[in-house]
């Protein structure tokens, strides 16, 4: 007995090393990926915000603030910036609009029912990037279904910048209004069957139901579509180039297409990119804490 | 587990309205009536777009590149467009294959490590993984097109893969960590009691065990490596190295401005088929990647 006693923590601690020792082997991997490819360049947008970076010729030196006072007083910043926001306001009550609708209009699993979701949800298999080529012919004045009606009333989706930011809301919505709904059926299937069920024995209407029952608790729901959505539309990029260029006029240039044009169209400036990048970084950090504050509030009361 | 063919959305099972009694069927059809012509409007809506684009790009019109009628000009246009269609698509199956391998690999591992040891640093790492969602794709990209240039990787279909690897491991970690957890101990500690390492343990008793998360990582890692857009503009310079969806996109600043709107439709079609056709197969994999991924985190 004597003997075990001092053995054992000896040995307890050796097969913990060896423990600790097997984990990280399986790990390494992972870790290398994220050391590599994620925190190094993560601390470098650090650095080349700092400094002046042009795209060929790499860094020389730190300019500090400079890059920022640049970014802030570029001719687009403010305007790219206030296009972003509009347009994420407007995909953001659209999408999680429609993806309840939705929801609730093919919620029982009837097998007809069953058909509509998948036609829902077909879109949201292709790529943002073909969906929005597909979108660019829909759309053009020569080739598309409309080309006959457009060119005898004298009009273009993308020529003017409403017509320009609605055809792309048109695109967006129709790409990822079935994954929405898909993640509000998720949280619609998550309300127990109880609740409705002495919601009826007290005779409550099928509008009070859904107002006082459903909505409360999709409550979770809505704070995960909301950040996603939120982030997905501050993030636009894709959608826009391909569509738009950020025109005409410059009137849909999102902040993200603002970074890659000074990147890598005409000025070719890293460091100005880089110091864009911290500030929008930031900026969607804040605004996600913001969020989720605010959406699990009234969660616990 | 065995691979079920059941459908995504037999998954979402709400309770059933009860039927009403006192109605009969036809009696109901009429009631529905104004509910089945507007959601059969609405699907039509959302296949018009696509049902749209397959049929044109068989179809000659103005600014295309098919003589008026039915025939496959418009897909003879996009296999001769610069390098030529098979170039591109060889370039795009072998970023997504190789993203779909190293994606599968490193969050097997990883999520293994997660689920069945402990060691220092574990849950940082962890968190360091997760965080990769926060940060914009835009932000990363441009440190990554220095990083790349400067261990020779610039232009590289193996760089953009690895970029692609590592934009997917937040999803895929932790799958793959859940997938790991959701299978008892036992099963493996019996293994090992019978003389099998922890490797061995992992191949021959776990791997068959976690198929249903493995075919998930590797849809969700595979639709997303074909269909990025992003990665390869920025880090691919080289026409004959680009991927499939650049190349289309770029057919619109053809010779002069002029755009080739069917090779465009074209186009749209071989990128598009692939991922319909996994989605129509594996789609209760698809929904259950949605659910775990998005719900439980």
Same mark, same amino acid.
């Given at each position: 007995?004597?003997?075990?006693?001092?053995?054992?923590?000896?040995?307890?601690?050796?097969?913990?090393?060896?423990?600790?020792?097997?984990? +990280?082997?399986?790990?390494?991997?992972?870790?290398?990926?994220v050391?590599?490819?994620?925190?190094?360049?993560?601390?470098?947008?650090?650095?080349m915000?700092?400094?002046?970076?042009?795209?060929?010729?790499?860094?020389?030196?730190?300019?500090?603030?400079?890059?920022?006072?640049?970014?802030?007083?570029?001719?687009?910043?403010?305007?790219?910036?206030?296009?972003?926001?509009?347009?994420?306001?407007?995909?953001?009550?659209?999408?999680?609009?429609?993806?309840?609708?939705?929801?609730?209009?093919?919620?029982?699993?009837?097998? +007809?029912?069953?058909?509509?979701?998948?036609?829902?949800?077909?879109?949201?298999?292709?790529g943002?990037?073909?969906?929005?080529?597909?979108?660019?012919?829909?759309?053009?004045?020569?080739?598309?279904?409309?080309?006959?009606?457009?060119?005898? +009333?004298?009009?273009?989706?993308?020529?003017?910048?409403?017509?320009?930011?609605?055809?792309?809301?048109?695109?967006?919505?129709?790409?990822?209004?079935?994954f929405?709904?898909?993640?509000?059926?998720?949280g619609?299937q998550?309300?127990?069957?109880?609740?409705?069920?002495?919601?009826?024995?007290?005779?409550?209407?099928? +509008?009070?139901?859904?107002?006082?029952?459903?909505?409360?608790?999709?409550?979770?729901?809505?704070?995960?579509?909301?950040v996603?959505?939120?982030?997905?539309?501050?993030?636009?990029?894709?959608?826009?180039?391909?569509?738009?260029?950020?025109?005409?006029?410059?009137?849909?240039?999102?902040?993200?297409?603002?970074?890659?044009?000074?990147?890598?169209?005409?000025?070719?400036?890293?460091?100005?990119?880089?110091?864009?990048?911290?500030?929008?970084?930031?900026?969607?950090?804040?605004i996600?804490?913001?969020?989720?504050?605010?959406?699990?509030?009234?969660?616990?009361? | 587990?065995?691979?079920q063919?059941?459908?995504?959305?037999?998954?979402?099972?709400?309770?059933?309205?009860?039927?009403?009694?006192?109605?009969?069927p036809?009696?109901?059809?009429?009631?529905?009536?104004?509910?089945?012509?507007?959601?059969?409007?609405?699907?039509?809506?959302?296949?018009?777009?696509?049902?749209?684009?397959?049929?044109?790009?068989?179809?000659?019109?103005?600014?295309?590149?098919?003589?008026?009628?039915?025939?496959?000009?418009?897909?003879?246009?996009?296999?001769?467009?610069?390098?030529?269609?098979?170039?591109?698509?060889?370039?795009?199956?072998?970023?997504?294959?190789?993203?779909?391998?190293?994606?599968?690999?490193?969050?097997?591992?990883?999520?293994?490590?997660?689920?069945?040891?402990?060691?220092?640093?574990?849950?940082?790492?962890?968190?360091?993984?997760?965080?990769?969602?926060?940060?914009?794709?835009?932000?990363?990209?441009?440190?990554?097109?220095?990083?790349?240039?400067?261990?020779?990787?610039?232009?590289?279909?193996?760089?953009?893969?690895?970029?692609?690897?590592?934009?997917q491991?937040p999803?895929?970690?932790?799958?793959?960590?859940?997938?790991?957890?959701?299978?008892?101990?036992?099963?493996?500690?019996?293994?090992?009691?019978?003389?099998?390492?922890?490797?061995?343990?992992?191949?021959?008793?776990?791997?068959?065990?976690?198929?249903?998360?493995?075919?998930?990582?590797?849809?969700?890692?595979?639709?997303?490596?074909?269909?990025?857009?992003?990665?390869?503009?920025?880090?691919?310079?080289?026409?004959?190295?680009?991927?499939?969806?650049?190349?289309?996109?770029?057919?619109?600043?053809?010779?002069?401005?002029?755009?080739?709107?069917?090779?465009?439709?074209?186009?749209?079609?071989?990128?598009?088929?692939?991922?319909?056709?996994?989605?129509?197969?594996?789609?209760?994999?698809?929904?259950?990647?949605?659910?775990?991924?998005?719900?439980?985190?």
């Open positions: 007995m004597s003997v075990t006693t001092s053995a054992a923590p000896d040995r307890n601690r050796r097969s913990r090393r060896r423990e600790a020792l097997r984990g +990280w082997s399986y790990a390494a991997p992972t870790a290398l990926f050391l590599f490819v994620f925190v190094v360049p993560l601390g470098l947008v650090l650095q915000s700092g400094s002046d970076w042009p795209l060929l010729g790499g860094n020389q030196g730190w300019n500090f603030p400079e890059n920022f006072a640049d970014a802030a007083s570029h001719r687009l910043f403010w305007d790219s910036i206030w296009f972003t926001l509009k347009y994420t306001v407007i995909t953001t009550v659209l999408l999680l609009g429609l993806g309840l609708g939705l929801a609730l209009l093919v919620q029982e699993s009837t097998r +007809w029912k069953s058909v509509l979701r998948t036609a829902f949800l077909v879109p949201s298999a292709l943002l990037a073909s969906a929005s080529l597909l979108f660019y012919v829909l759309y053009s004045p020569y080739a598309g279904p409309f080309a006959d009606l457009m060119q005898a +009333w004298g009009f273009t989706f993308l020529g003017t910048p409403d017509g320009a930011l609605w055809s792309t809301v048109f695109l967006i919505v129709w790409r990822f209004a079935g929405y709904m898909l993640l509000m059926l998720v619609l998550g309300i127990p069957d109880d609740v409705y069920e002495a919601a009826r024995i007290d005779g409550a209407s099928r +509008w009070q139901t859904f107002r006082d029952i459903t909505l409360p608790l999709l409550r979770p729901t809505f704070a995960l579509t909301t996603l959505c939120v982030t997905g539309s501050l993030l636009a990029f894709e959608q826009f180039y391909i569509l738009t260029k950020g025109g005409p006029d410059n009137s849909t240039m999102t902040i993200v297409q603002l970074i890659y044009n000074v990147a890598f169209q005409g000025q070719n400036d890293l460091g100005v990119a880089g110091a864009l990048s911290v500030i929008v970084l930031l900026a969607l950090i804040v996600n804490v913001v969020q989720l504050r605010v959406l699990r509030r009234g969660e616990e009361s | 587990m065995a691979l063919t059941q459908s995504a959305t037999e998954l979402i099972r709400v309770d059933e309205p009860r039927p009403r009694v006192g109605r009969s036809a009696m109901r059809l009429v009631l529905g009536l104004p509910y089945w012509l507007f959601t059969t409007a609405l699907a039509i809506i959302f296949l018009y777009p696509l049902i749209w684009t397959a049929v044109a790009s068989v179809q000659g019109r103005a600014g295309t590149s098919q003589p008026e009628g039915w025939g496959f000009g418009n897909y003879v246009a996009l296999a001769n467009y610069q390098a030529g269609v098979w170039v591109y698509l060889g370039n795009s199956l072998f970023v997504s294959l190789l993203t779909v391998l190293l994606t599968l690999a490193v969050s097997t591992l990883g999520g293994y490590a997660f689920a069945r040891f402990r060691f220092p640093g574990k849950n940082v790492l962890f968190l360091t993984t997760l965080a990769i969602l926060m940060v914009p794709y835009a932000t990363l990209l441009i440190p990554l097109y220095v990083i790349l240039g400067a261990v020779g990787l610039s232009n590289s279909l193996v760089g953009v893969a690895i970029v692609l690897t590592m934009f491991l999803f895929s970690m932790f799958m793959m960590r859940i997938s790991f957890e959701s299978i008892p101990r036992e099963l493996d500690e019996a293994a090992m009691v019978d003389g099998c390492s922890t490797w061995s343990a992992l191949w021959r008793v776990l791997l068959p065990a976690v198929k249903p998360g493995l075919v998930t990582v590797g849809l969700f890692a595979f639709l997303a490596a074909w269909n990025d857009f992003f990665a390869p503009l920025i880090l691919i310079t080289d026409t004959n190295r680009m991927t499939l969806p650049l190349a289309v996109a770029n057919l619109r600043v053809q010779v002069q401005g002029v755009i080739d709107y069917g090779a465009t439709e074209a186009g749209v079609v071989v990128l598009a088929l692939p991922c319909i056709v996994l989605f129509l197969v594996l789609q209760r994999h698809y929904v259950r990647g949605f659910m775990s991924g998005a719900f439980k985190g």
